[in-house]
């Protein structure tokens, strides 16, 4: 497993993320899906694991917002 080092240039939580199914279905933006977690980031520190669905960030559905707006969260 990949160690955590915080990225300069942005606040990153330590995952790798993709669109759900759901979304690329639909053709509408929808929830993403973690699809790993770095050991020792503030993601695992959170609890998140493989699969577990980002629906929210800070109360904003992530069903209305863009790809490039999502991508700057």
């Given at each position: 497993m990949a160690k955590y080092e915080r990225p300069a240039?942005?606040?990153?939580i330590g995952v790798s993320l993709r669109q759900s199914a759901?979304?690329?279905?639909?053709?509408?933006p929808g929830?993403?899906?973690i699809v790993s977690v770095?050991?020792?980031?503030?993601?695992?520190?959170?609890?998140?694991r493989p699969g577990d669905m980002i629906v929210a960030v800070d109360g904003?559905?992530?069903i209305h917002?863009?790809?490039p707006t999502r991508l700057g969260m």
């Open positions: 240039d942005n606040g990153g759901s979304g690329s279905i639909s053709g509408t929830p993403v899906e770095i050991e020792g980031s503030p993601a695992a520190a959170a609890g998140l904003l559905s992530l917002i863009s790809e």
